[in-house]
Nanobody, 121 residues
Framework: QVQLVESGGGSVQAGGSLRLSCVVSRVTWYNMAWFRQAPGNEREGVAGISSRGDLTYYPDSVKGRFTISRDNAKNTVYLQMNSLKPEDTAMYYC????????????????WGQGTQVTVSS
């Protein structure tokens, strides 16, 4: 069983930055991803990374502002979020096991509990 634990969320003003972390309970070569879900909205993929960390994918909504990375030696995945906007407000989830370039939530078998990000204008 793989457990994921996110941290790093918080409240920030528009234009600010946050870095989220996701610690994985054991060594894994799964593709990893970050998703977010705002109240009333579907879960949306915002970044994916391949098992070796050499390939990444971002939807247009965050491209150029968010950066996903991983440190396999530390079993940790990061999401650096810059130039944050109020519409980025959501619960952010770390996920493992799906396709890094497709970000379909149902294809990811392992999920963290989420960390809240709130961006004020």
């Amino acid at each position: 069983q793989v457990q994921l634990v996110e941290s790093g969320g918080g409240s920030v003003q528009a234009g600010g930055s946050l870095r989220l972390s996701c610690v994985v309970s054991r060594v894994t070569w799964y593709n990893m991803a970050w998703f977010r879900q705002a109240p009333g909205n579907e879960r949306e993929g915002v970044a994916g990374i391949s098992s070796r960390g050499d390939l990444t994918y971002y939807p247009d909504s965050v491209k150029g502002r968010f950066t996903i990375s991983r440190d396999n030696a530390k079993n940790t995945v990061y999401l650096q979020m810059n130039s944050l906007k109020p519409e980025d407000t959501a619960m952010y989830y770390c996920a493992a096991g799906g396709v890094w370039s497709r970000l379909i939530a149902t294809e990811f078998g392992y999920w963290g509990q989420g960390t809240q990000v709130t961006v004020s204008s």
